[in-house]
């Protein structure tokens, strides 16, 4: 079938395709992005994104953004590369340089690592990259920011990911793909401007999704990092502040000998990788996280104090789900990211609080305390859920049956006699916990920040 063909899918067969090819790529003056794969000759798609750009687009900006359009285009291509996992890849419309090659292998294989597990796959994908090109030198150390785009996911840690640059002085604007509402309450909270992109997969991808084709996680930070730092480049940013914390480095499990974890493109092996790859694209806009050295506990204890973003933000999962008939309004109040957050809040919190901003005491009520303690690994691993490391939930267990306005509230009660006696300190110590990270790659200007806004 012809390269732009498109047909509908009735039966897929994952194991049927040899190949998937990386087509064309196009960027509109008008900002429209055009991102085209196929799967052999059979299938073809053509994934759309809207980048929010202040004027039509001349040749010249269009030119000078092609190493950002190229890396998008790979790198996005993982959505689709995920249908069917074939062995081969083909790269009509370019090849990588060796950084980008190896961000490539990463996203493709462990970047996979949760979809390869829960669909029980004999082992990782692990497609080969070509690369062209001599390898760069050195990765240069982040600059300080003068103007940042800082990206928006409408959670906690995005709230504080602002205040960290705002004390920076760099001039600030929001950025997200999308208009969630807990977004736009976080952006209308924050009272700073906001750009905003739009992303539409193909509505093939859903039928052969239905029809049969692999599915699930993908890493998709690494998909909306790339779109911001495309919009950066184009509207005169030099870098992109996103939110991502120490604890997304932890895996969750090991599998055939891998480290699998379900936020590995917020990791910062996966920073370090992707700020190669940019670099090695010819662009001065940089992406950082400006919340690396710390825990999700740390944040949350920032977080806790600015109660203007209380009544709007959103870190559950479910309000971001693809299909509308699945997505929630709000706290889901029945997942792990929902026990994560209550979890990490309340030693920091009035519980009339708490239960307020999520509709429901969790601590309150004896049924969640099972998928309370797994968070601590009860299970054999945490939950695949964007969740902290057990660590930091032994930590916020450990305060809260020390403090006297949560010890007696029933999940509190159990988890101290029957989840904390199973791991004495230091396991889970709030201090070692609370403190910052040496591992980052933050100027020393935007880490004071981080300490300031984290009083830490």
């Keep these: 079938m012809a390269v732009g063909a498109k047909r509908a899918v009735a039966a897929f067969d ?33 994934e ?29 291509g993982v959505s689709y590369f995920k249908a069917a996992l074939p062995p081969a890849v083909e790269l009509e419309s370019g090849a990588p340089g060796p950084a980008a090659a190896r961000l490539l292998e990463a996203l493709y294989s462990e970047g996979l690592g949760e979809l390869a597990y829960e669909n029980r796959l004999a082992a990782l994908p692990r497609p080969r990259f070509a690369a062209h090109g001599a390898a760069a030198g050195e990765v240069p150390s982040p600059a300080e920011p003068r103007r940042a785009l800082v990206a928006v996911g409408g959670g906690k840690d995005s709230a504080v990911a602002i205040e960290v640059v705002r004390r920076s002085g760099a ?41 049969g084709a692999i599915n699930g996680h993908v890493p998709v930070t690494a998909i909306v990092t790339c779109i911001a730092l495309l919009t950066a480049a184009l509207n005169g940013f030099d870098t992109v502040a996103m ?13 055939e000998g891998v480290e699998i974890n379900h936020q590995f493109s917020k ?6 990788l992707l700020s190669a790859a940019v670099a090695e694209s010819g662009t001065d806009v940089r992406a950082l996280s400006v919340l690396r050295p710390a825990s999700e506990l740390a944040i ?25 008939a699945l997505r929630a309004s709000s706290w889901c109040l029945d997942c792990p990211k929902c026990r994560f957050v209550f979890l990490a809040l309340a030693p920091f919190s009035e519980p009339a609080h ?32 964007c969740v902290g490391e057990e660590q930091e939930s ?4 450990r305060m809260l049956a020390a403090e006297e306005r949560w010890r007696e509230h029933a999940v509190v009660r159990r988890l101290a006699a029957e989840v904390l006696p199973a791991h004495p300190l230091p396991e889970g110590d709030p201090e070692k916990v609370l403190a910052l990270s040496g591992d980052h790659d933050l100027p020393p200007g935007l880490l004071d920040d981080l300490r300031a806004v984290l009083g830490a």
Excluded at 179 to 207: C, H, K, N, Q, W
Excluded at 243 to 255: D, M, T
Excluded at 267 to 272: H, I, M, Q, T, V
């Design 354 to 385: 708490l239960a307020e901003v999520f509709g429901a005491d969790l601590l309150a009520d004896e049924t969640q305390f099972e998928g309370f303690a797994l968070l601590a690994a009860s299970g054999g691993h945490k939950p695949f859920e």
């Design 171 to 211: 001039e600030t604007v929001l950025f997200s793909v999308g208009d969630a509402a807990p977004i736009a309450r976080t952006a209308e909270a924050a009272g700073l401007p906001r750009v905003i992109a739009s992303r539409r997969l193909d509505p093939l991808l859903f039928e052969c999704n239905a029809a």
């Design 48 to 76: 759309r994104i809207e980048l929010p750009v202040g004027a039509p687009l001349g040749e010249e900006a269009i030119a000078g953004a092609e190493g950002l359009l190229s890396l998008l285009h790979w790198v996005a």
């Design 394 to 397: 032994l930590a916020a267990m």
């Design 243 to 255: 939110a991502n914390e120490r604890s997304a480095s932890q895996g969750n499990i090991r599998w």
């Design 267 to 272: 990791s910062l092996a996966a920073e370090r």
């Design 300 to 324: 949350a204890r920032a977080f806790a104090g600015m109660e203007r973003y209380h009544g709007g933000f959103t870190s559950c999962n479910a309000i971001f789900r693809i299909d509308p």
């Design 14 to 46: 994952a194991a049927s395709f040899r190949s998937f090819r990386f087509v064309s790529r196009e960027l509109s003056g008008d900002g429209s992005v055009a991102l085209t794969y196929a799967l052999d000759d059979e299938l073809t798609f053509t």
